[in-house]
């Protein structure tokens, strides 16, 4: 160790290296960056690490998050891989936590804890939170993600650099909602109709399907479609109260089968039914479920490019995979057992599987659980997704997928590259490094790229987009009893507005504020209010609490309202002068007296930014009259356009005989504007013209 303690000093300089285990890391993600990002930190000498994860390890995992073994399948990541970690610098400490980053305990006190935040986060929602949490806390991060050979890394300073949310991001593709729900023509709609109808309809909570219906209607989609999906969703009930019944035994099975007759038989006749919705394109077949198990269902339809298809029980998907895997359609070799997820699966695999699936599901429905949602690393979920729609995709005459394939498909899963993870997370800990030194000037946004005669690129850190809704928002915080301040108390509190009601709150200092907390503000006037937005909304979230003209939510408690430790409560100012604030809940302090007061306020209160309205674009000068050819003044019908015509009061025009070289160009074009042409001489002779009246 202490050899390579001796390189680590060489290269970074005795003061930045102490200052190093020193150094409160948060490292979120322990997958592919995670991994090769806690190994670089560990032995660059980065002394205190918290990593935290949600996911457990899968064996999917195993070929590019070194830190794991096959032994460590469905143990915690953070744990696993803190503990493997650990052996490569004893020095180092490293803190693992196995949880969600959005939990309310991980609030903006915890992250203003640690000097930087590392991000190796594979979801979008989680990049936000952080980023978000971040700018409250004013802690520099270092955003990063990779799709196959592609990478990026990205440090973020507040008020020096973009955030994560500057740069709007593409939003999630979506399929219209009768062509998921009646007209797929895809694998890769029968896997969302799987994912995100049907689970949610039997598994999930019990919501009314209407209002996506109602949504559907207003966008014109088909009358008659709609009118069957809602008779659809009201079948559903029945068939999720039979996944719930407890019974005797084999109920599950008969559930199981009750819903297999619904989706793919009785629906599906439902929807033949209306005849011009096949009129050009090929209708689906339903499915028999004791034919299929006995093996004696032939699936005969017309396939998608218009010749006959028959198929008794046979394959669905990758034929090739399947001879690939099992050798020409024997039995799977033992190689072949290992791979099985990627085996294409047969009409009767898939009826089996959806049976089994959805008895392990049902099980887990008694046995307490409320609900159940999809989730790529959950066996049950995707066997039943995968069976599912595969099922859907032979009644339709679409090709079916391995489960391997359903599963990135329906996780979103872009393949990752060990050797790409290994160099975005080498780029982070040297953009970690400018971050400590304060090199500010020394950033650089870095991508790496599929071009191999310039495989890295780098551009130096943008500023923050002026419109940004989240780096561009003033943060504060707030330290209070969710169960006994109101909203009303919140939002005039940190307003420093004068109320009754907020006598019970208290400044920074703790000192019970009976003004209205003006007096925490360093801008209060002698009235007790404060410059500041004079009307306006309060949102968490995407919820609206509270407006001008809406205030029935003012005196509720914030528990009542659902805004506890963790979350923000946005205020925001009706008339766009100001810019938003953004209340962070936070937790009373451990020692906080239990008789003290229920609300802390900042101290002193945020003073929000007048927003920069943007600059009128300035306006074209008018374009220059038409020259008309032999000097011809236009005719009536030729002036179109009235607002730039000259105004009818007009200083009185001498005609009488001038010096013509006293007329300058402009003088003489606005004398030809007013119907005046004006000879060079004497001599000079114009085109005869009705119009003109030749003067002395």
Not at 88 to 107: G, L, M, R, Y
Request: hydrophobic share 35%; aromatic share 4%.
């Amino acid at each position: 160790m202490s050899g390579r303690s001796t390189h680590a000093k060489a290269i970074l300089g005795q003061e930045l290296y102490s200052r190093l285990s020193q150094t409160k890391v948060l490292l979120v993600g322990a997958g592919g960056i995670g991994c090769e990002l806690l190994k670089n930190i560990v032995l660059t000498g980065f002394g205190d690490i918290t990593l935290l994860d949600l996911d457990t390890i899968d064996l999917s995992n195993l070929n590019r998050q070194f830190l794991f073994r096959k032994k460590d399948i469905k143990q915690s990541k953070a744990m696993v891989a803190a503990k493997t970690a650990a052996a490569f610098n004893p020095n180092v400490k490293i803190t693992p936590i196995h949880a969600n980053i959005k939990e309310p305990q991980f609030d903006v006190t915890w992250f203003r804890g640690f000097d930087i935040v590392l991000n190796a986060l594979d979801n979008l929602d989680a990049r936000r939170h952080v980023n978000k949490m971040c700018m409250a806390a004013n802690v520099p991060l270092v955003e990063s993600g990779t799709a196959g050979y592609l990478g990026q890394v990205q440090p973020i300073v507040k008020d020096r650099a973009e955030c994560f949310d500057c740069v709007p991001k593409p939003t999630p593709k979506t399929f219209p909602v009768c062509t998921i729900r009646s007209t797929p023509s895809q694998p890769i709609h029968c896997i969302v109709w799987a994912k995100s109808y049907l689970m949610p309809q039997l598994f999930g909570e019990d919501e009314d399907a209407g209002g996506e219906l109602d949504e559907a209607e207003k966008q014109g989609e088909n009358a008659n479609e709609i009118a069957a999906l809602r008779k659809e969703a009201q079948a559903f009930k029945a068939v999720r109260s039979a996944l719930r019944t407890p019974s005797s035994a084999g109920s599950s099975s008969s559930a199981a089968k009750m819903v297999f007759q619904k989706v793919f038989h009785s629906d599906i006749l439902n929807l033949l039914s209306m005849a011009d919705m096949w009129r050009t394109r090929a209708p689906p077949v339903p499915l028999d479920f004791d034919a299929i198990q006995a093996g004696t269902f032939v699936l005969s339809r017309p396939s998608q490019n218009g010749a006959s298809a028959s198929q008794m029980n046979g394959s669905v998907g990758s034929s090739a995979t399947e001879k690939q895997l099992n050798g020409s359609g024997a039995a799977p070799s033992a190689n072949g057992a290992k791979l099985k997820d990627q085996r294409a699966l047969s009409l009767q695999d898939n009826l089996e599987l959806f049976v089994s699936s959805a008895e392990r599901l049902a099980a887990r429905l008694r046995a307490g659980e409320d609900t159940i949602s999809f989730d790529k690393d959950d066996d049950d979920t995707l066997d039943f997704v995968t069976a599912a729609a595969n099922l859907r995709s032979a009644a339709y005459g679409i090709p079916g997928k391995s489960r391997w394939e359903v599963k990135e498909m329906a996780g979103n899963i872009i393949p990752a590259i060990a050797t790409t993870n290994a160099i975005i997370a080498g780029l982070i800990v040297l953009q970690a490094l400018h971050l400590l030194r304060r090199s500010y000037s020394l950033l650089r946004n870095v991508h790496v790229q599929f071009k191999p005669s310039m495989p890295l690129s780098s551009i130096t850190m943008c500023p923050p987009n002026p419109a940004c809704g989240v780096c561009r928002d003033t943060y504060t915080e707030v330290l209070c009893d969710p169960a006994r301040v109101t909203l009303r108390e919140v939002v005039d509190g940190i307003l420093g507005r004068s109320s009754s009601s907020s006598s019970a709150s208290a400044n920074g200092n703790g000192n019970v504020n009976g003004n209205g907390a003006a007096d925490a503000g360093s801008e209060a006037d002698g009235e007790g209010e404060r410059d500041g937005p004079a009307e306006v909304s309060v949102y968490e979230d995407k919820r609206v609490l509270s407006d001008p003209d809406w205030d029935e939510n003012d005196e509720r408690t914030l528990e009542s309202l659902n805004v506890t430790r963790g979350k923000f409560l946005s205020i925001v100012d009706e008339d766009g002068e100001y810019a938003t604030i953004q209340v962070a809940i936070g937790a009373l302090p451990p020692n906080h007296p239990a008789d003290g007061p229920a609300l802390i306020l900042p101290s002193p209160l945020p003073t929000p930014p007048r927003r920069e309205k943007p600059p009128r674009p300035a306006t074209p000068p008018p374009a220059p009259p038409p020259v008309v050819a032999g000097k011809k003044r236009a005719a009536p019908d030729d002036e179109i356009e009235e607002i730039d015509a000259p105004s009818a009061k007009r200083s009185r025009i001498d005609a009488g005989p001038t010096d013509g070289a006293s007329f300058t160009p402009n003088k003489k074009r606005r004398l030809e504007e007013d119907g005046l042409i004006m000879l060079d001489n004497a001599d000079e002779k114009i085109e005869e013209d009705p119009d003109v009246i030749e003067i002395d």
